[in-house]
């Protein structure tokens, strides 16, 4: 008999225990980011990750209520990592195409972006035409791929496009000479070249231009109207241009 209520009343406990995980509603959400991607998301020199949209992101979870927690992944593996619910939002320089529309549900655009290509300042490269023979990097499962990829005449004149884990390692190799371009997010870009002054130019030719936002799991309809509400309610009353204003000089939020 006392085993018999022992037992009843375990079962009892584990149905609470279900009950009380599927009532509750969601505390936290995890935002992933590439952590080398100024000034988007980036480490800090104490190491911490800071960043335009880690900042948006902070307000966001602030007026929804719940904790946000950063988790850096590889970016090339992105999808995997929020299909696989190992994050619950991709919200870093999230370019907005109609291949990623297929596995991804996302905000409204907030910010405007074009893929520049950028060259050392004493380069011969002065437009597209001139990267015909040469070595290009981009960094790999990035927009800046994509977008080389929709100019096939300009890619196939190409020497190789070399592909780079994060924009920093290819603008590294840009500078000692191993490329002779980079195709990068002009938001990152102007960032990284304004911090070292006289070595690198930008073409006035592109790869085309784009639009930001915050990518969610396609079955994420009910968070997607939360954060979407947030985040106008943060355009509205100027909390996102204030943010814009720290990090860009300038309201640039779209």
Request: proline fraction near 2%; charged fraction near 30%.
């Amino acid at each position: 008999m006392k085993k018999l209520i022992a037992f009843l009343m375990m079962l009892v406990l584990a149905g609470l225990l279900v009950a009380g995980c599927g009532g509750a509603e969601k505390k936290k959400i995890v935002v992933g980011l590439d952590d080398n991607f100024p000034p988007m998301g980036f480490r800090d020199d104490k190491n911490n990750i800071v960043g335009f949209d880690v900042d948006m992101a902070k307000e966001a979870g602030k007026r929804l209520g719940m904790e946000v927690e950063f988790k850096p992944i590889d970016w090339n593996s992105k999808e995997a990592e929020l299909n696989g619910k190992r994050v619950d939002v991709l919200w870093n320089g999230l370019t907005i195409t109609e291949k990623r529309k297929e596995n991804i549900l996302f905000t409204n655009a907030y910010m405007e972006n074009r893929q520049i290509i950028v060259v050392a300042a004493n380069s011969p490269i002065k437009q597209k035409t001139d990267l015909a023979g040469k070595v290009v990097g981009a960094q790999e499962g990035s927009s800046s791929i994509e977008a080389i990829e929709k100019d096939a005449a300009t890619m196939k004149s190409f020497k190789e496009l070399k592909k780079f884990s994060d924009n920093v390692a290819a603008l590294m190799d840009l500078k000692t000479g191993r490329l002779d371009a980079v195709v990068v997010d002009e938001i990152v870009g102007r960032y990284y070249i304004a911090k070292k002054p006289g070595e690198y130019s930008i073409l006035t030719e592109n790869f085309g231009s784009e639009e930001y936002g915050v990518g969610l799991r396609k079955d994420d309809k009910e968070l997607l109207a939360k954060l979407q509400k947030a985040m106008d309610e943060m355009k509205k009353d100027g909390t996102a241009a204030k943010i814009s204003k720290q990090w860009f000089g300038d309201d640039i939020v779209k």
